[in-house]
């Protein structure tokens, strides 16, 4: 049980360093700021590129039916749309899954 | 000065509190699976605490679980989580670049997808002071929901955790479409990514690609895209 103990902890040892390391050496190496305009730019639609990718089509299912997901989904696009706050669209987003589930979909 | 300190930390705070409050139901969640499972409250509070991540860590936690091998845990960990390296290097160069190497060992640690987008959304360069803020509520709703999904005994109700299961979404959302909505450049970058990641996931042909991979491949392709279509000119030498 001790030895057990122990693997869980070192995997746990493993999977924490591995994540840091990832997220420490960009930051750690490029101190300075980059000025070549291509690789500028590029970072710039770094963050479009992976919030969308990451946001679509995973977002459909979210929650505990297609319908009440693509719903919510709406509902987040059309308060960011007139620029609502972040909190605003996640709850509105979830209130209005919250709805369609009462509703029975 | 110091005024001026307290008074980013506080907005930092502020900027976390929705993460917050997304993180405290997925983390709550996957408390109470992991420790159905058979891992120690205190360890997997541990996890939550020492990884800050959904995905890698649920994964991670699977093949402890299931009796992965450290070198197994460490590349899942790596494949999952190398869209953080893509992010930091992007938030390296909107930290005030008189950050000490000190503070930015101390940043990147809360460098999650959450963080990161409220962070680009800031419209001036970041503090450390401002980035303290905004890790430390997300991290204590992460941990302490990951703790107290662990010692509770009755399940959120379904509705309702399947309602915020969509809050995290909803705020990449508010991120990514006021801009898209101002600036082309953005929008087509939006689209693309959205398409490919559409297509990564229903076919077949590009199974390999969905998951962690699919993310980098996308997020390289598509900012090099956008960035050769729209190159962004320095507002200074426009002016000049």
Same mark, same amino acid.
């Given at each position: 049980?001790?030895?057990?103990?122990?693997?869980?902890?070192?995997?746990?040892?493993?999977?924490?360093?591995? &994540?840091?390391? *990832?997220? $420490?050496?960009?930051?750690?190496?490029?101190?300075?700021?980059?000025?070549?305009?291509?690789?500028?730019?590029?970072?710039?639609?770094?963050?479009? #590129?992976?919030?969308?990718?990451?946001?679509?089509?995973?977002?459909?299912?979210? &929650?505990?039916? +297609? +319908?009440?997901?693509?719903?919510? &989904?709406? #509902?987040?696009?059309?308060?960011?749309?007139?620029?609502?706050?972040?909190?605003?669209?996640?709850?509105?987003?979830?209130?209005?899954?919250?709805?369609?589930?009462?509703?029975?979909? | 000065?110091?005024?001026?300190?307290?008074?980013?930390?506080?907005?930092?705070?502020?900027?976390?509190?929705?993460?917050?409050?997304?993180?405290?139901?997925?983390?709550?969640?996957?408390?109470?699976?992991?420790?159905?499972?058979?891992?120690?409250?205190?360890?997997?509070?541990?996890?939550?605490?020492?990884?800050?991540?959904?995905?890698?860590?649920?994964?991670?936690?699977?093949?402890?679980?299931?009796?992965?091998?450290?070198?197994?845990?460490?590349?899942?960990?790596? *494949?999952?989580?190398?869209?953080?390296?893509?992010?930091?290097?992007? $938030?390296?160069?909107?930290?005030?670049?008189?950050?000490?190497?000190?503070?930015?060992? #101390?940043?990147?640690?809360?460098?999650?997808?959450?963080?990161?987008?409220?962070?680009?959304?800031?419209?001036?360069?970041?503090?450390?002071?401002?980035?303290?803020?905004?890790?430390?509520?997300?991290?204590?709703?992460?941990?302490?929901?990951?703790?107290?999904?662990?010692?509770?005994?009755?399940?959120?109700?379904?509705?309702?955790?399947?309602?915020?299961?969509? +809050?995290?979404?909803?705020?990449?959302?508010?991120?990514?479409?006021?801009?898209?909505?101002?600036?082309?450049?953005?929008?087509?970058?939006?689209?693309?990514?959205?398409?490919?990641?559409?297509?990564?996931?229903?076919?077949?042909?590009?199974?390999?690609?969905?998951?962690?991979?699919? *993310?980098?491949? *996308?997020?390289?392709?598509?900012?090099?895209?956008?960035?050769?279509?729209?190159?962004?000119?320095?507002?200074?030498?426009?002016?000049?």
């Amino acid at each position: 049980m001790e030895g057990e103990m122990l693997r869980v902890i070192a995997s746990v040892g493993v999977m924490a360093g591995v &994540t840091y390391l *990832i997220r $420490m050496l960009p930051m750690a190496i490029f101190r300075k700021r980059i000025d070549n305009v291509y690789v500028k730019s590029f970072l710039a639609y770094v963050p479009y #590129a992976v919030l969308a990718a990451m946001t679509f089509p995973e977002i459909f299912g979210s &929650t505990a039916s +297609a +319908a009440s997901a693509v719903v919510g &989904t709406a #509902a987040a696009v059309l308060l960011a749309y007139f620029g609502r706050g972040l909190l605003t669209v996640a709850l509105g987003a979830s209130a209005a899954v919250f709805l369609v589930q009462i509703l029975g979909f | 000065m110091k005024r001026r300190l307290n008074r980013e930390f506080r907005q930092g705070l502020r900027d976390g509190l929705p993460i917050c409050l997304g993180y405290l139901s997925v983390s709550f969640a996957y408390g109470m699976k992991a420790v159905l499972a058979g891992l120690p409250v205190w360890i997997v509070t541990v996890i939550s605490l020492s990884n800050l991540t959904s995905a890698g860590q649920f994964a991670g936690t699977n093949l402890i679980l299931s009796g992965g091998s450290y070198l197994e845990i460490g590349l899942t960990t790596l *494949i999952i989580n190398l869209r953080y390296l893509l992010m930091s290097l992007s $938030m390296s160069q909107k930290v005030e670049e008189k950050m000490t190497f000190r503070q930015r060992l #101390a940043v990147s640690y809360g460098v999650t997808d959450e963080i990161f987008a409220v962070s680009m959304q800031r419209p001036r360069e970041l503090s450390a002071w401002y980035m303290a803020g905004l890790i430390l509520t997300p991290v204590i709703g992460w941990t302490s929901g990951t703790f107290l999904g662990g010692v509770a005994t009755s399940l959120l109700p379904d509705t309702l955790s399947s309602a915020l299961g969509i +809050a995290l979404y909803g705020m990449f959302i508010a991120v990514i479409v006021p801009p898209a909505k101002k600036s082309k450049p953005v929008l087509f970058t939006v689209l693309l990514a959205v398409f490919f990641s559409v297509l990564f996931h229903y076919v077949p042909f590009f199974e390999v690609l969905s998951g962690g991979w699919g *993310i980098i491949v *996308i997020t390289i392709v598509v900012s090099g895209i956008a960035a050769f279509l729209f190159p962004i000119q320095d507002e200074k030498k426009e002016e000049a």
